[in-house]
């Protein structure tokens, strides 16, 4: 069974920092991508960032870039997400996602929720003002 565990969240005022882990289990693939997305009260899903075992490459939304990094452990059966330079409008549930089949892709297949077969729970970010 595929399990995927975020934790992490948590409340902070603005300019803060933190850092969400996402424990996947119960699969075994070659390559696989684990992405991050967020969904703020009210609005729709959007993809924060994507982490790739091919390669071990990360892509990142233009409202995050220099302020979130997204890394993986040596095993690759953990992907955190810091985030830094917090700002009230990242306020959101944060979910990991999975697919076991690909990669992040080169045309922003990532983004798209769909492309994905498995999600966390999610967890709770609340940043301050």
């Known amino acids: 069974e595929v399990q995927l565990v975020e934790s992490g969240g948590d409340s902070v005022q603005a300019g803060g920092s933190l850092r969400l882990s996402c424990e996947a289990s119960?699969?075994?693939?070659?390559?696989?991508?684990i992405a991050w997305f967020r969904q703020a009260q009210g609005k729709e899903r959007e993809a924060v960032s994507c982490?790739?075992?091919?390669?071990?490459?990360?892509y990142y939304v233009d409202s995050v870039k220099g302020r979130f990094t997204s890394s993986s452990d040596s095993a690759k059966s953990t992907v955190f997400l810091q985030m830094s330079t917090l700002k009230p409008e990242d306020t959101a549930v944060y979910y990991c996602?999975?697919?076991?089949?690909?990669?992040?892709?080169?045309?922003?297949?990532?983004?798209?929720?769909?492309?994905?077969?498995?999600w966390g729970q999610g967890t709770q970010v609340t940043v301050s003002s």
């Open positions: 996602a999975l697919d076991v089949i690909s990669g992040c892709g080169g045309f922003g297949e990532w983004r798209q929720s769909s492309y994905y077969g498995y």
């Open positions: 119960g699969f075994t693939a070659d390559d696989y991508s």
């Open positions: 982490f790739s075992s091919y390669d071990g490459s990360t």
